[in-house]
């Protein structure tokens, strides 16, 4: 029996809401929270005091685990609100199950379905006012969970912290993408933590990262560890590319599942286009730009939603994709989806979760 589904979420609200400071025209990415967040406790191998809280700092010893050894993971996902007021929110339960096989891998305990989508939906509802109506804003969502127990052997906590923060965004990135094929450092390798969303995957990306916007890219395209001739994903997206009616997407268990990669596929072979999830080699890739068969490229993800890639620095040398505003399925399946999320269009594959 699922344990949470007779754990009651304990409200406090908070006595002053922060909305009227909070300037919708102007939000930057992650920088501005919402009233409440959700915060359990694992301890004694159970879920227990499951509350929603105002938004507030934590105290913690200075030995808590997750500091020392890393056990923590994240998710992200978006609420949207309807132009009738309704919000929604996205494909929850992929990311519960995501979140889950990254718990699994880091030794950590499931969140139970109640505690992380029931414990959403009453957070979203409570801070609803917090959610975004203008087109390409909307409610960031980050649940997370770290190991707490204040002990330095190296073992696996015993106890954890799950808590739901969110926040009001606009875009992640505001121009089409230059991004840079890593071919020194490596992301991920076969066996590693490369396709769990934990927080180490992210710290070891910010050096490199630094190092080629100091050449003037945005971001990396990780490679694959062993040759590193395999292109994998972006360092906060994973990417596609068209080839006449095909989309491509690079496939292994070293790069993050997307939920926004796998729901682009899904819509791609709905509309009757192939799509191939397999490995894809930088040479292919290359060879492609320059003889012109690759007419889009683009990262796919939930902060980063559908950005256009339209230079890549590959050995020295820059490689440059088609327009932007002439890529015909890039463009078609981003207003589709906006469609869709902002409730315009009949809700054809289920994927909106009303929050009511
Ligand atoms: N790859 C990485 C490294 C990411 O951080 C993200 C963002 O979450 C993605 C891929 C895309 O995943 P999703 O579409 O589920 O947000
Ligand atoms: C997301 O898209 O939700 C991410 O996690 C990417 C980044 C902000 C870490």
Do not use: C
Not at 326 to 337: A, D, E, G, H
């Amino acid at each position: 029996m699922n344990e949470a589904a007779t754990t009651a979420i304990r409200v406090e609200q908070t006595r002053q809401s922060k909305l009227p400071q909070v300037d919708f025209n102007n939000l930057k990415f992650g920088q501005t929270f919402s009233d409440h967040m959700l915060v359990a406790d694992y301890v004694d191998g159970h879920w227990t005091d499951v509350s929603i809280v105002p938004y507030g700092n934590l105290s913690l010893s200075p030995a808590t685990s997750a500091l020392h050894y890393g056990q923590a993971i994240f998710e992200g996902m978006k609420a949207y609100r309807f132009a009738n007021g309704t919000v929604s929110l996205f494909r929850p339960h992929k990311n519960l199950e995501r979140f889950n096989k990254s718990a699994l891998r880091l030794e950590m305990p499931e969140v139970p379905e109640d505690i992380f989508i029931g414990g959403l939906k009453t957070l979203i509802d409570l801070d609803r006012d917090w959610v975004p109506g203008a087109e390409g804003s909307s409610l960031y969502i980050r649940p997370f969970m770290f190991g707490t127990e204040p002990a330095l052997g190296v073992h696996p906590s015993d106890s954890y912290k799950f808590i739901v923060i969110t926040s009001p965004v606009g875009a992640y990135y505001h121009k089409s993408l230059r991004l840079k094929v890593e071919t020194h450092f490596t992301r991920a390798a076969e066996g590693g933590v490369g396709f769990s969303k934990n927080a180490g995957n992210y710290a070891l990306s910010l050096h490199p990262t630094r190092l080629a916007q100091q050449e003037g890219f945005d971001q990396l395209i990780w490679t694959d560890a062993n040759e590193h001739k395999y292109v994998e994903e972006a360092g906060t997206a994973n990417l596609l590319f068209r080839v006449g009616d095909t989309i491509i997407t690079p496939s292994s268990d070293t790069i993050l599942h997307g939920i926004t990669r796998r729901t682009i596929i899904e819509i791609a072979r709905h509309w009757g286009y192939q799509a191939e999830e397999r490995k894809v080699s930088v040479k292919e890739l290359i060879d492609g730009i320059e003889d012109g068969s690759v007419t889009e490229a683009f990262a796919a993800g939930t902060a980063a939603t559908l950005t256009p890639i339209t230079e890549i620095g590959y050995e020295g040398r820059i490689y440059t994709l088609p327009d932007p505003a002439k890529r015909v399925f890039s463009n078609k399946v981003l207003q589709y989806l906006n469609d869709l999320r902002y409730g315009r269009i009949d809700d054809e594959f289920g994927w909106n979760l009303i929050v009511d």
